[in-house]
Structures are given as structure tokens and as C-alpha cells.
């Protein structure tokens, strides 16, 4: 049997180990942000229906540009999009990658202000693109001076905003956006997974992108609709940049069961938005209790609250989870990052947190 460092890896590759938070065995799991409610039965019938009449047809490729299912995606995000300016994949993980392919590559760069997204980077390495990680102030801010500062010293192909940013969870002001879009050599990518989550008043940058054609927004359904498990992203942008993904997209790439499921899934958007306002208020509920217990709380547009631990966060992570609740060591000294969900894990988590 030959190991791996037998083959002739790339050499930006050895050492490296694959992305995954560890998934333990644990009551409860408040690790990976996703929705904790379960796909509702009205919906799991219609899931079931959609691709029950897909798999006689299986002997097929599915439609190679998925353009129902983009119209659908569209439909939902409204500000005029068409299916023209929205683009799916396999995750927005996947549709980040077809980016970095398309406007990355060797000798070309893609910035992103840290703590931030764990797989922007590693995608830039997937990719061949050299990442910069431009660090933020205290506080985890990130004002339109700093971010246009480092835009201009580090000229990136393309530069990676993640609002509301993970693992921080505070939303980005679209000023910053326009501010970076005044300056940035290339594209403009902001990450909004967890938009649905933002609390009111909070602009997405959807709202800019008739004004600006480098820019993009990516888009999932892994957190707001519960789909994690069906593998669903996507990206809004000005048709061009779709064009410009689909010179890099395998063929065939998304499947026909995939696309629909997802559209099923789109069909009762009311239906599964619905948990989302749940998932905010047990959010809310974080915030105000780690407050009143003297931890730094970030602010949180989205499903999860970042909170520091007056110490080791190792250490606070293994008393947590003694406590039967896991929750996440993003790596920041004296931070975790816990997931919102039901009020029983809220519960469940507020009890474990008495003992730190
Ligand atoms: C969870 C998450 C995603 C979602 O990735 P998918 O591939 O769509 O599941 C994207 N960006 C950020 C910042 C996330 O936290």
C-alpha cells in the first residue's frame, strides 16, 4: 500500500489536510450553522414528487444550463434579476470555485479580510490563486478606508467580502462594497449565505449590482432553506460573468434530480422561511443572555453568535462539549462560534455555558 506522500502530489498541496469541522457523536450539534429544522413534510412530499418524475428520464443529461431552475432562483431574489444574471452549482462553495477559475488562476490574486470565510482561501489554493488575508481591527470590523486601503496595496484579481461575514456573523455596510468597488482592479465577490438571516434593515448588495458589472453575489440554500444536504448555490451577477462561469463549469454538472429538488424546494420558500424567524429569535436570545454574562458578543445578522471566553477557547470548547454540546473552534484565541436552532438547543447550550 503506498501513503500519500509516496505520490507525486502537487508541492503547494503536501502537508495540507481537507476542510471538515470534526463531527462528533454529541447531543447537540452547534458546529456548522445549518438550519436545525428538519424539511417540513408538505415539503418532503413534493421533493419526493419532483424527482419521482425525473428518473425515467435519467438515461439523459440533464439540462446542461439549468435554465428553470435559475429563472425559479430569480424569481426569488427579485431587484430584476433573470435567469441571464443567475447562475447554479453544486453548493456556493462550487460557484466560488467556477469564479476563482474563471477570473484565478496562477499568477493571479484574491483578497479577503480575516477572520473570515475558512474555504475562500482554500479555494484560492484549489484554484492556484495566491490568497491574501488582510486582518481585521478590533472588534472584527471592517471599515470602507481599511478595506479600500488594502484593495490598493494588494491590486487583487478579485477581492472576497462575506456579509454577514462567517465567522463573525455582523453584516457588512453596502458602503464598504461600493467603497471596494471604486477602487478594485477585478472582480468583486460578496458572499451572503446567510443574508435571509441579516437583522432589518440591512441592504444586501443585490441592491448594487445594475450599477456595477464586476460585481457578484453568491447565494445558498444550505442555511435559510434547510438544504444543506441537497447541495444547492448560486450567484447573481450581470450576464456576462454567467458567461464567463460557464467557459469553466463541467458539463452537466448539476443533476437532474438535483435541479429538481431545488426547485421544489424554491416552491414553498414561504414555507421554509418560516424557521428562519425562529432561528433569529433563539439568535437574539444568545446574544442578550452572553451579554448579560459578560462575554464579548459580535453583533449577528446571521444563524450563529460569535462570543469570546475569557480564556482558552480549546479548553472552553472541551467543557462545552463535556456539557453535551458541541460547538465550533473557528481558531480565534478566546473565541467560539455557537450555531443558532431550536429553543431546546438554545437551552441546551445557555446551561452548558453556567459551567465556563
Ligand atoms: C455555509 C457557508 C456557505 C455555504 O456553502 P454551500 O457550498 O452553499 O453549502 C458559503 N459561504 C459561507 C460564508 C458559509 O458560511
Not at 7 to 27: E, I, K, N, T
Not at 91 to 97: F, K, L, R, T, Y
Request: proline share 6%; net charge negative.
Amino acid at each position: 500500500m503506498s501513503a500519500l506522500s509516496d505520490l507525486p502530489l502537487r508541492a503547494d498541496l503536501v502537508g495540507r489536510s481537507p476542510y471538515g469541522a470534526p463531527q462528533l457523536d454529541v447531543a447537540v450539534r452547534l458546529n456548522t450553522n445549518e438550519n436545525s429544522y428538519p424539511v417540513p413534510e408538505p415539503v418532503v412530499a413534493a421533493i419526493a414528487d419532483a424527482v419521482a418524475a425525473q428518473l425515467r428520464d435519467l438515461n439523459r443529461y440533464p439540462d446542461r444550463e439549468a435554465v428553470a431552475l435559475r429563472a425559479d432562483l430569480a424569481a426569488y431574489l427579485g431587484h430584476g434579476l433573470g435567469a441571464d444574471g443567475v447562475w447554479a452549482a453544486n453548493g456556493s462553495n462550487e460557484v466560488q470555485q467556477q469564479l476563482l477559475q474563471a477570473f484565478g488562476g496562477p499568477g493571479r490574486v484574491a483578497l479577503g479580510f480575516t477572520p473570515g470565510y475558512s474555504m475562500h482561501p482554500l479555494l484560492a489554493l484549489g484554484t492556484g490563486t495566491r490568497w491574501v488575508g488582510v486582518p481585521r481591527g478590533d472588534g472584527f470590523g471592517l471599515t470602507a478606508d481599511e478595506a479600500v486601503a488594502a484593495v490598493r496595496e494588494h491590486a487583487p484579481d478579485l477581492v472576497f467580502l462575506c456579509s454577514p461575514n462567517n465567522p463573525t456573523g455582523t453584516a457588512l455596510d453596502p458602503a464598504v462594497v461600493t467603497a471596494v468597488l471604486a477602487v478594485a482592479p477585478g472582480m468583486v465577490v460578496v458572499d451572503e449565505a446567510y443574508a435571509e438571516f441579516a437583522r432589518p434593515g440591512t441592504v444586501s448588495a443585490l441592491s448594487l449590482l445594475p450599477a456595477h458589472p464586476r460585481l457578484v453575489v453568491t447565494r445558498t440554500m444550505s442555511k435559510a432553506f434547510g438544504f444543506a444536504g441537497g447541495r444547492l448555490g448560486y450567484l447573481a451577477a450581470a450576464p456576462a460573468v454567467v458567461d464567463a462561469v460557464q467557459l469553466v463549469r463541467l458539463p452537466y454538472h448539476l443533476s437532474a434530480l438535483t435541479q429538481a429538488a431545488a426547485r421544489a424546494v424554491l416552491a414553498h420558500a414561504g414555507l421554509l422561511l418560516a424557521t428562519v424567524d425562529a432561528i433569529k429569535e433563539q439568535r437574539d436570545r444568545i446574544v442578550t443572555r452572553l451579554r448579560e454574562r459578560g462575554h464579548r458578543v459580535a453583533d449577528s445578522d446571521a444563524n450563529f453568535v460569535l462570543f469570546s471566553v475569557g480564556g482558552d477557547q480549546a479548553s472552553a470548547w472541551r467543557t462545552l462539549l463535556d456539557h453535551g454540546v458541541l460547538v465550533r473552534d473557528v481558531g480565534l484565541p478566546g473565541w467560539l462560534r455557537v450555531t443558532a436552532g431550536t429553543p431546546a438547543e438554545t437551552d441546551a447550550f445557555l446551561a452548558a455555558v453556567e459551567s465556563l
